[in-house]
């Protein structure tokens, strides 16, 4: 993006507006938490308002935007407990259970957010693809297991591509302690489990995401399973619950799931994925807000299926309110 500096009508909010959704994208990342990455650029944008007559062009709007970011996140971030998946916090629950286990906070998990968001529009097709692909749940995911600053400092380097020695300006450090966080985040990353690490994710899957909504729609169990990976996962967040394996999810859809039958969906985006908003048939007539549904692809088939049970993610993805 190019770089421009405050004019002496100091911070005219459209010069920092041009900035909101890369913003959103390194505090989502920073955060893991759409509605929490909203409000930390916020705070970013009221800070530079605030201060924009003091900005003295030093460096570029750009740089001088996401230092405030960075002390934002970095702010929320102290003395918290990291977000996390459900695959992270227990082993896989039996199908036949019932029980969903314990429900946990919002700030307990790794969330989803818009794709619009965070994803430029247009530009550098190959530039789009890399911001796609550090958005995905599971690399958001791993980004949380590196301290604050580590994180940081990985993410300006390696997905935004900043020199070594703009991040080093930006967090206050030298360039040889730039290199080595980001050597030492990408060594705690290669170590993660296969669950905490991303998979590879086919670019182009709209006919196996058809099939996959037909099937959903007329609650087809036996075609849905065969659209999933045989170690398949799927979660209910904010339900510890996870189940392991395509046979285990098709018997937990047709007992304890069942109630997800007459479902209808309506196609969105989330984390570089694609997603949807699952409608259950109310009784009072027509169709209510269940789950945001995030589905991961990897080759020909889904490989994870992640059903996040907060219908206010609705209105945050411009779903309708009811079917």
């Known amino acids: 993006m190019r770089a421009v500096t405050l004019s002496s009508h100091a911070a005219a909010p459209e010069e920092l507006e041009r900035y909101r959704r890369e913003l959103t994208?390194?505090?989502?990342?920073?955060?893991?938490?759409?509605?929490?990455?909203?409000d930390a650029v916020q705070?970013?944008?009221?800070?530079?308002?605030?201060?924009?007559?003091?900005?003295?062009?030093?460096?570029?709007?750009?740089?001088?935007?996401?230092?405030?970011?960075?002390?934002?996140?970095?702010?929320?971030?102290?003395?918290?407990?990291?977000?996390?998946?459900?695959?992270?916090?227990?082993?896989?629950?039996?199908?036949?259970e019932s029980l969903l286990g314990p429900m946990l906070p919002e700030r307990a998990w790794i969330s989803p957010v818009v794709d619009g968001r965070v994803v430029p529009e247009d530009g550098d097709p190959a530039a789009i693809a890399v911001s796609r692909e550090s958005i995905r749940l599971a690399f958001v995911t791993a980004l949380s297991h590196l301290p604050a600053r580590q994180r940081a400092a990985l993410i300006l380097h390696e997905v935004l591509r900043w020199p070594a020695t703009e991040v080093a300006d930006l967090l206050g450090t030298s360039v040889a302690a730039v290199n080595s966080a980001v050597q030492r985040a990408r060594a705690t990353l290669a170590a993660l489990p296969d669950e905490a690490r991303p998979r590879v994710v086919g670019a182009d899957q709209r006919e196996l995401l058809a099939r996959y909504v037909d099937a959903f729609e007329r609650y087809d169990v036996a075609t849905l399973v065969t659209l999933l990976h045989d170690d398949a996962v799927q979660s209910m967040p904010p339900y510890a619950m996870w189940i392991r394996g395509s046979t285990e999810i098709g018997r937990w859809l047709l007992g304890p799931g069942r109630g997800c039958r007459g479902s209808r969906l309506l196609p969105t985006a989330a984390n570089g994925s694609a997603a949807f908003g699952q409608y259950r048939p109310d009784p009072a007539g027509g169709h209510r807000p269940w789950a945001l549904q995030v589905l991961e692809v990897s080759g020909d088939r889904i490989s994870e299926f992640h059903a996040f049970l907060d219908t206010d993610l609705f209105a945050a993805f411009g779903l309708p309110p009811r079917l």
């Open 25 to 38: 994208g390194y505090c989502y990342r920073m955060l893991g938490s759409g509605f929490e990455a909203d």
């Open 43 to 96: 705070e970013t944008m009221l800070r530079a308002w605030r201060a924009a007559d003091g900005f003295e062009g030093r460096s570029s709007v750009r740089s001088w935007v996401f230092r405030i970011a960075t002390n934002v996140c970095l702010d929320m971030l102290r003395g918290r407990r990291r977000r996390a998946r459900p695959m992270e916090l227990g082993p896989s629950s039996p199908p036949e």
